[in-house]
T-cell receptor, first 117, second 113 residues
Framework: GAVVSQHPSWVICKSGTSVKIECRSLDFQATTMFWYRQFPKQSLMLMAT?????????EQGVEKDKFLINHASLTLSTLTVTSAHPEDSSFYICSAPDMRKGNTEAFFGQGTRLTVV | QKEVEQDPGPLSVPEGAIVSLNCTYSNSAFQYFMWYRQYSRKGPELLMY????GNKEDGRFTAQVDKSSKYISLFIRDSQPSDSATYLC?????????????FGQGTELSVKP
């Protein structure tokens, strides 16, 4: 299947600092990528849809000024958690649909575990 | 009511057992159905992908879709301890090409040796 790479896999940061997470589609182009947040033993919660060349679409209740999304190329989307606080500690996962075969199968990155201290 | 319902478990079975995982949904527009496996602290891995109704088999895994009942299943034959993970069902409508998936809560499976 297609490969989606997410970096870093884990990060610890101090409260008040910003953290950037990268999501790359390695062998296909992705005009759309999705960012999810997952709490322990819970399902994935969609935060936003990242669109190449245009503004991201945020789900209701997600602060766009806190979770900055940039999709500058067809293979890279970034999520920046600004002014992080301990409540932002979570597992963040990106996904990208591979539309080359006509059937859009979504592939996920490895996830990033963010701990804010 | 959630669009997709999935029993979170946990489900514990002995090695070699047949495992049945299920999801129900309410949106009749859903046409694409997926099963993902997620190991602890990892991203979900696509296991099976089916379109509309019917069965699909891949090795020890069989996915079934019953659109009339709005019910999908994943069967795992000869389960192994390495199958211990959380299994997530996901789906989307046909008009949402490349669009966001709707996920179930995930079922935590433990296969005991």
């Amino acid at each position: 299947g297609a490969v989606v790479s997410q970096h870093p896999s884990w990060v610890i940061c101090k409260s008040g600092t910003s953290v950037k997470i990268e999501c790359r589609s390695l062998d296909f182009q992705a005009t759309t990528m999705f960012w999810y947040r997952q709490f322990p033993k819970q399902s994935l919660m969609l935060m936003a849809t990242s669109n190449e060349g245009s503004k991201a679409t945020y789900e209701q209740g997600v602060e766009k000024d806190k979770f900055l999304i940039n999709h500058a190329s067809l293979t890279l989307s970034t999520l920046t958690v600004t002014s992080a606080h301990p409540e932002d500690s979570s597992f963040y996962i990106c996904s990208a649909p591979d539309m080359r075969k006509g059937n859009t199968e979504a592939f996920f990155g490895q996830g990033t575990r963010l701990t804010v201290v | 009511q959630k669009e997709v319902e999935q029993d979170p478990g946990p489900l514990s079975v002995p090695e070699g057992a047949i495992v049945s995982l299920n999801c129900t949904y309410s949106n009749s527009a859903f046409q694409y159905f997926m099963w993902y496996r997620q190991y602890s602290r990892k991203g979900p891995e696509l296991l099976m992908y089916t379109y509309s109704s019917g069965n699909k088999e891949d090795g020890r895994f069989t996915a079934q879709v019953d659109k009339s009942s709005k019910y999908i299943s994943l069967f795992i034959r000869d389960s192994q301890p390495s199958d211990s993970a959380t299994y997530l069902c996901a789906m989307r409508p046909i008009y949402n090409q490349g669009g966001k998936l709707i996920f179930g809560q995930g079922t935590e499976l433990s296969v005991k040796p």
